[in-house]
């Protein structure tokens, strides 16, 4: 049974760092472009981040210097260090794996999400 889990959300205050992590099952995440989507209150999803398999990134222009997404195939895992916080990162944080151009959004696995809060 395939299955992302997103762990590590929780409330912190603004100017502050959060750890996400992600982990897979089911499948092996080292040959899928993974990535890391957001969406907060009332907003659709949007990306924050893709991870190719052999660990070229890509950052959507506000998150750049502040987030690092990193992998680790043999663990099936992949990460999301978010720093310098702000009031506007609050939302719920998504994990996707293995692009798929069918999909919209075009990754085939879904994480249910994790929760980021980020208040003064």
């Known amino acids: 049974q395939v299955q992302l889990v997103e762990s590590g959300g929780g409330s912190v205050q603004i100017g502050g760092s959060l750890k996400l992590s992600c982990a897979a099952s089911?499948?092996?995440?080292?040959?899928?472009?993974m990535a890391w989507y957001r969406q907060a209150p009332g907003k659709g999803r949007e990306l924050v981040s893709t991870i190719a398999s052999g660990g070229t990134t890509y950052y959507v222009d506000s998150m750049k210097g502040r987030f690092t997404t990193s992998r680790d195939n043999a663990k099936n895992t992949m990460s999301l260090e978010m720093y310098s916080l702000k009031a506007d990162d609050t939302a719920d944080y998504y994990c996707?794996?293995?692009?798929?151009?069918?999909?919209?959004?075009?990754?085939?696995?879904w994480g249910q999400g994790t929760q980021v809060t980020v208040s003064s």
């Open positions: 089911g499948f092996a995440i080292s040959n899928c472009e």
């Open positions: 996707a794996a293995c692009w798929d151009s069918s999909e919209m959004p075009p990754y085939k696995y």
